[in-house]
């Protein structure tokens, strides 16, 4: 029973704000303020009477109005909160009152963290020589590790943090690094499949009972692949080196993970440097970005668990709200295809391109010129060449610390195994690039290198030669291609069958902003609606797709989806994904398709666009309407005759060139 003047009050005022029983539809406070009332017999109450002591591990996630209203309702007589980043005075509510502020320094003393943090930033040409080199810088401390044990009986097994971009069996083919991806290549390079854990909101192999003690002698795990599954409270004191492949992406997200390398094994030094400290190597990011942000971690922390928060599913999928498209009314009933470069067997069905099978099984290796694999190329004999830093914690008294303090390296024998396995999956088998690999060795010892200058420098040489073998892949394999074309096995014809890509009659987007031309009208001619802008569409192709709708000669335009759309398959592996597609209908009457890559003018001597521009015009003059005598038109076998342009435009000036080449102008202004 309570008195009549009873009523929910803070903890600590005498008065009580126990559970009872309400009427029907009526709410607790009510029933509470009721002369009479009946407590619940539940643990809740029993807490709220005995004020009971509240200890909270991670504090700073008690911070919402929710869970602390919780906390206060158990009448707490003592809150001890443990946080590495408690409340300031000045945010929302009153700051913490801090009693025990363990520093840093404190840690180092204590002998509970590894540092320096060694740093290695560096713009890779590719995430795998990225991970290679992380696999080098692992192998080099277990062999410390090795040292260690065989002197003092301590065992230490160093672990190697992989993070991706991506996880999830649907995300395999977006674009980004994913974890899948990573595990492929760890095994190419020597890894077994019981040495790597995947460690992902839907996949856990740390639970695997031969993995749930990673200090465990017995336990073979030296891999850990991630997003950002490993957050507050996973600290391994194996793990020593992280391989941030997303750091240039996601900084906050690279240094979040740092905290999970800085614990020390035993909490006692080994009296080994390398095995003192931790290592970062970051794939694609500039060195301010990365100093800034473990700066910023470690003054905000003090050591402590990183307080950057990863947010989202790990399976890389978004909660944003999705919108469905569909087709203008009076586009619904049309049936559009484009044609796909196809591989037709003689007395077979055509079917897609397939590069593995079709081109890259007929190429010749033996026309690979060995002599221009890492022809320019030289070890780093001063140590210098790229971004290493020694960060200590200096680097919160000085702001000009960690930036560049190199540390010598010991010389290493070169493990030629492993520069062929970081190798093999741009060649057909093992031996070819052992016949590369040691003819490019060959030449670098008579040019006066030493082998151990050779080894402390092969994470460069790798990928060195990855570019180098790749560039001469690809120049095979176009020879390939281009003699198919002739022969008519690699066609690019439209037939309106099931080989051809049938534009899609509906969609889903992540809600964005609509769509709005220049002229402030509203769009009318996309093939889907509402017209929005996609969140990965830059100002350059919304300006086009503006463009296009203003056109009176233009019957419908399409924004391509990259990776999950229309594709066209050249020489080289990667597929092109064209950003538009639009019908329009010429001065004589001609209906006409155009497939157009819109690229920035930045972007035009990069390789890449250089390939793309190579596959659309050698597409475009392989099939073009000799009838017509026009380069750059394909023919469409189909009841109504009509053309298709591949074409290719750069931010300067492109309406000029759109009006010359599609919408009648007789002159366009030069690039």
Same mark, same amino acid.
């Given at each position: ?32 303020? %009721? ?262 971690? !470690? ?68 026309? !690979? ?146 769509? %709005? ?10 093939? @889907? ?14 300006? #086009? ?28 592996? %990667? ?8 019908? @329009? ?17 930045? @972007? ?58 599609? #919408? ?8």
């Amino acid at each position: 029973m309570f008195p009549e003047s009873t009523a929910i009050t803070r903890p600590g005022s005498g008065n009580l704000n126990l559970d009872v029983y309400s009427a029907w539809g009526g709410s607790t406070e009510e029933a509470r303020a %009721q002369k009479g009332c009946i407590a619940k017999s539940s643990l809740g109450n029993v807490m709220r009477l005995l004020r009971p002591m509240v200890v909270i591990d991670e504090g700073h996630h008690a911070y919402s109005e929710t869970a602390l209203r919780t906390l206060d309702g158990f009448n707490p007589s003592f809150m001890l909160e443990l946080s590495a980043t408690p409340r300031v005075a000045g945010s929302k509510g009153a700051g913490s009152n801090i009693l025990v502020d363990v520093r840093g320094v404190d840690l180092d003393e204590a002998e509970m963290i590894k540092l320096p943090i060694q740093v290695d930033v560096k713009r890779w040409s590719s995430w795998q020589s990225c991970l290679a080199a992380s696999v080098q810088q692992l192998d080099e401390l277990q062999r410390e590790a090795s040292a260690l044990q065989a002197e003092t009986a301590r065992y230490i097994r160093p672990i190697l943090l992989v993070q991706v971009e991506r996880t999830g069996a649907d995300m395999r083919d977006a674009g980004f690094i994913h974890a899948e991806d990573a595990k492929a290549y760890l095994m190419q390079l020597g890894f077994s499949e019981r040495q790597i854990a995947i460690k992902t909101s839907d996949k856990n192999e740390l639970k695997q009972p031969e993995n749930i003690d990673l200090l465990s002698p017995a336990c073979e795990v030296r891999a850990i692949i991630t997003k950002a599954a490993l957050q507050e409270g996973w600290d391994c004191p194996f793990a020593y080196v992280l391989c941030a492949l997303a750091a240039g992406r996601a900084p906050a997200a690279m240094t979040q993970r740092v905290g999970r390398i800085l614990r020390l094994p035993q909490v006692a030094k080994t009296g080994r440097a390398a095995l003192d400290a931790c290592y970062v190597q970051c794939f694609d990011a500039t060195t301010a970005d990365v100093v800034r942000a473990i700066k910023k971690s !470690l003054e905000g922390e003090g050591m402590g668990d990183l307080a950057v928060s990863v947010r989202g599913d790990d399976s890389g999928t978004s909660n944003k709200r999705q919108i469905e498209l569909k087709r203008r009314p009076q586009f619904a009933r049309l049936r559009l295809f484009l044609p796909k470069v196809t591989w037709a067997e003689p007395g077979e069905p055509r079917r897609e391109l397939v590069y593995d099978s079709d081109v890259l099984a007929h190429v010749d290796w033996a026309g !690979l010129e060995v002599e221009t694999l890492a022809r320019d190329w030289a070890p780093d004999t001063q140590g210098g060449g790229d971004d290493h830093l020694s960060i200590d914690l200096s680097i919160l008294t000085r702001p000009d610390a960690g930036n560049g303090i190199h540390s010598p390296q010991m010389p290493l024998e070169l493990d030629r195994a492993r520069l062929v396995r970081a190798l093999i999956d741009l060649a057909p088998n093992a031996w070819l690039v052992w016949d590369w690999l040691t003819a490019v060795l060959q030449r670098l010892l008579a040019q006066g290198f030493s082998e151990s200058a050779l080894a402390g420098s092969s994470a460069s040489l790798i990928e060195r030669l990855r570019i180098d073998i790749e560039r001469e892949r690809d120049r095979l394999a176009q020879t390939v291609f281009e003699r198919l074309v002739g022969e008519g096995r690699i066609q690019f014809r439209l037939r309106a069958d099931a080989s051809d890509y049938e534009l899609p009659t509906a969609a889903s987007l992540v809600l964005a902003s609509p769509l %709005q031309r220049a002229d402030a009208r509203v769009v009318e001619k996309s093939l @889907l609606e509402p017209a929005l802008r996609s969140p990965d569409m830059n100002a350059f192709e919304v300006a #086009f797709a503006g463009y296009l709708d203003q056109k009176a000669a233009l019957q419908w335009w399409h924004r391509n989806v990259a990776k999950t759309q229309y594709g066209l398959q050249g020489w080289k592996r %990667q597929k092109v994904y064209p950003d538009f597609v639009f019908a @329009l209908v010429t001065q004589n009457g001609q209906r006409r398709t155009v497939v157009m890559e819109t690229k920035g003018l930045h @972007l035009e001597g990069f390789s890449d666009t250089a390939y793309k521009r190579a596959l659309l015009q050698r597409l475009t003059a392989a099939f073009q309407d000799e009838r017509l005598g026009r380069a750059g038109e394909l023919v469409l076998e189909s009841a109504e005759k009509a053309d298709v342009v591949c074409d290719l435009v750069f931010d300067q000036d492109w309406p000029g060139t759109l009006e010359q080449r599609y #919408f009648g102008m007789k002159q366009a202004r030069p690039l």
